[in-house]
């Protein structure tokens, strides 16, 4: 595969790469990113996933927003692929910084990863929005189960109750919302200061999280995505493949 070698020889030589990724990363672990043919995008659904996953059509059409979440992003049984586990080998030898992560399925934690900024939230993180209890991924998982008990028509229908009576919201930023500014810093610093840049699996437009790119100043930025980015133009290196093929190559 073109480039390869050059990557190889790369990160051979480097103790400071920092990866950026999306959820291309993912794909290969069973969980549809938005944008690839088979993605989200391009199944049938009354709303786009902009709309469902906003923070207006959570607080207005909750029971239509889990519906949604449940079928396609609180999926069980993931498991990582040779790209996260390759990322966390390469921190536990001291290779990587950081691996900043625009996912929300906690596969990288799954695989090893220790520095993980997850720019969007996780889906393993969930708190009740009246009291603020904190509810893991399997709690939310079968609540959403019972509530499938209600009349499809209800407004509560799927969607996880606290034991207050409060609505339980994932710890994901959802469209509208702000990323955490502690986690952006933190990314801004790693990729300033990163000797390589791999950016993978990612569509690069969904901002601000895309516009990171920019603060990278060295000299080995590497693509490897499925399909062209608006970004290759600007890399040193770009490889078209899947990205655990690629990882597993490395
Ligand atoms: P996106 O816009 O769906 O783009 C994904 C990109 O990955 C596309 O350019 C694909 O060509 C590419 N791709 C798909 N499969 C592979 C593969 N095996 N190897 C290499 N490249 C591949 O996704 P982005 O992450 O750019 O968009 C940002 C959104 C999507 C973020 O807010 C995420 O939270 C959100 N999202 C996350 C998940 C997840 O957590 N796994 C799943 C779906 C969407």
Redesign the pocket.
């Known amino acids: 595969m073109e480039g390869l070698e050059t990557l190889k020889k790369w990160i051979d030589e480097s103790n400071n790469i920092v990866f950026f990724?999306?959820?291309?990363?993912?794909?290969?672990s069973g969980?549809?990113?938005?944008?690839?043919v088979d993605?989200?995008y391009h199944q049938k659904y009354d709303y786009p996933p902009e709309t469902i996953l906003s923070h207006t059509f959570f607080m207005r059409k909750t029971s239509e927003f889990y519906k949604f979440y449940a079928d396609k992003?609180l999926l069980e049984g993931a498991k990582p692929n040779a790209a996260h586990l390759k990322l966390a080998e390469w921190e536990e030898k001291g290779k990587l910084k950081a691996v900043i992560t625009?996912?929300?399925?906690g596969?990288h934690q799954m695989a090893g990863s220790k520095e993980v900024l997850e720019l969007?939230g996780s889906v393993q993180r969930n708190y009740c929005m009246k009291c603020h209890k904190f509810f893991d991924f399997s709690d939310v998982k079968s609540k959403v189960e019972e509530a499938k008990a209600l009349d499809p028509k209800s407004p509560d229908y799927m969607v996880p109750k606290c034991e207050c009576g409060g609505t339980i919201k994932p710890d994901v930023v959802l469209y509208e919302e702000g990323l955490d500014n502690t986690v952006l810093t933190k990314s801004v610093n790693y990729i300033a200061n990163a000797d390589i840049l791999i950016i993978?699996?990612?569509?690069?437009?969904?901002y601000p999280?895309?516009g990171l790119i920019d603060y990278y100043r060295g000299k080995k930025l590497v693509l490897?995505?499925?399909?062209a980015?608006p970004q290759d133009r600007r890399a040193d290196l770009v490889i078209h493949?899947?990205?655990?093929e690629v990882f597993s190559q490395l």
């Open positions: 990724g999306g959820a291309g990363v993912s794909t290969e969980i549809p990113d938005f944008r690839s993605g989200l992003l625009q996912n929300i399925d596969l969007h993978g699996g990612t569509s690069l437009v969904v999280a895309a490897v995505n499925l399909s980015t493949g899947k990205i655990g």
